[in-house]
Every structure is written in C-alpha cells, then in structure tokens.
C-alpha cells in the first residue's frame, strides 16, 4: 500500500500545514486509483463532480457540494466519476494540537474518529462560502508568508477545524457534548494506543480510573452505545488497518491483536464485518 508523508519543508521553512488546489500536485491526485494512506490529515472541499471514496473497505458516494474529512493512516481509494478540481486542505496533527496545547484537541472533533456516520459532509449552497473563504484564506497566507504568518494559519485553521465540527454534528444528528467530556476523549485515545492488547471493559475503566458502570454510562450517554461495543468495533477497525495495509498472514494478524487462535479472530472479524478476513482483504486490497 502507498504512503504518503508531509512534506515539512515545501515552502523552505517547516510548515506543518498546506493548502492548494488538487490540479496543482502532479502524481498525488484523486485520479489515484491505488490503494493509499496518508501520515496526515485531509481535508477535501469539492465545488464539483460526484464520485466515491473507498474508505476503509467501504464505498462512500458522494455528490458536490460536499466536504471529505480524512484522518490519517486510513486506507483509501478513488473511484471518480469525473476528474473535478478541489480546494484540499492538509495537516499534521502537531500543529494544532501544540499550539493548544491540548493533544485531545483533534479527538474531540467528531469526524475524525467516527465509526458510525461517513467522514462526508454534504454542503447546502450557503454553507459553501464560509468553508471556500476560509481555505482561500489558508492557501494565500502560505503564499504571501510573513513573520507571524503560522500564529494566523493556525487561527484560520482551527475556524475551520470548528466550523466543520459544528456543521458535521448538526448534519448527522450528533451530541455535542464529547467537545467536553474529556473521560471520553481519553477513552478513544487509550483506544488508539492499547486495542491491540487491552480489548475489555474493565482494563479501560481501570485505566480511566472508574468502575465499568460509570465507564458505559459516558459512553451511552456520549456515543449511544455501550463501552464493549465501541471496543470491539476500534478493534475491527485495527484489524481491518492491517489486512489492508500490510502483507501480515491472518495468523500474524491475529495474534497481534490478542487472539489466542487464527480461528477465533475469523469468527470475530465475520460476526461483524460479515465477510472473512481473507474475503476482506482480495476484495479491498487488491
């Protein structure tokens, strides 16, 4: 699987943050058919065109206006239609994430960590100026770069960040109260960093410093469902990641993520992607 990494020092200085035109990069466009993944987050702004993105194994239409929102590390294709032109934005998460210093920042933003509703947001024709002035405010600040030039990028950035964080939420019917519950927040990071080796309820709640009750009741209260659920489904999303992005046998794969026998992690990854392991990765990866 290709992947693609910042390019830190495009502009001459380090610069954690881009802004440009998709027709602009030559090689690195969505007429990409490869399977891809990014170090990077995305961002997407399409005025034109419909298509599809093949995320994760799954295909997600999409007809413009509309905005992509794409974390990194997340396998991905294009399957377009046409070949529109669109405003991409990108970023390391150190960029804001420093400047706040608050690495839970991009956590508490719903599209970026969310298994339940597509990282799409359609547009309605007056949403579509605020987002389109805000990126043309990032790309001509990154051409004209002046002294104090990465203190607005980052102001521009996070507007932007928000905004679409505020529209997402709105769209899909979403509590808004993950911004503020940083046991929740904590939990999805410890999701990330522990799923391949703590995969119940108690070793999270024990992490947390919480019983199991008062862990499922935020997760019920924030995400609507219970904590067991949501392990299971980031440890789906872990295995899916590999058989994607790597050439690891099933059998690697499963003891990697804690399964005491190959046959146990096919039961699990059928029980709820509802197609093998192996059936998975000749159909998506390929």
Excluded at 50 to 73: H, M, N
């Amino acid at each position: 699987m290709l992947k693609f990494h910042f390019h830190k020092y495009k502009y001459g200085k380090e610069l954690l943050v881009d802004c440009f035109k998709i027709s602009e990069i030559a090689g690195r466009s969505i007429s990409l058919k490869e399977l891809h993944a990014t170090t990077f987050y995305e961002i997407f702004l399409f005025l034109e065109g419909e298509g599809a993105i093949i995320f994760e194994g799954s295909r997600l239409d999409f007809k413009s206006p509309v905005v992509l929102l794409l974390p990194p590390a997340r396998p991905r294709q294009w399957d377009l239609h046409t070949r529109p032109d669109c405003s991409m934005v990108i970023f390391e998460g150190e960029f804001m994430e420093t400047f706040l210093k608050d690495h839970l920042f991009l956590h508490r933003l719903h599209y970026f960590g969310n298994y339940d509703c597509p990282p799409i947001l359609p547009l309605q024709k007056n949403d579509v100026n605020i987002f389109q002035q805000l990126t043309d405010n990032i790309r001509e600040e990154i051409k004209s770069q002046s002294f104090d030039s990465q203190q607005l990028l980052r102001a521009y950035l996070y507007q932007l960040l928000i905004q679409l964080n505020r529209h997402y939420t709105g769209f899909y019917q979403l509590k808004g109260n993950l911004y503020q519950n940083t046991d929740m927040l904590k939990f999805r990071d410890f999701l990330k960093k522990y799923i391949r080796e703590k995969q119940t309820v108690k070793e999270y709640a024990d992490l947390l410093k919480m019983n199991r009750n008062r862990l499922n009741q935020l997760c019920h209260d924030t995400f609507g469902k219970d904590a067991h659920i949501i392990i299971r489904g980031e440890l789906l999303q872990s295995c899916k990641n590999e058989l994607l992005g790597s050439n690891k046998t099933i059998a690697e794969i499963s003891y990697e993520h804690n399964f005491s026998a190959p046959s146990n992690f096919v039961r699990f990854f059928k029980s709820l992607a509802k197609i093998s392991p192996a059936a998975y990765r000749a159909e998506y990866a390929d």
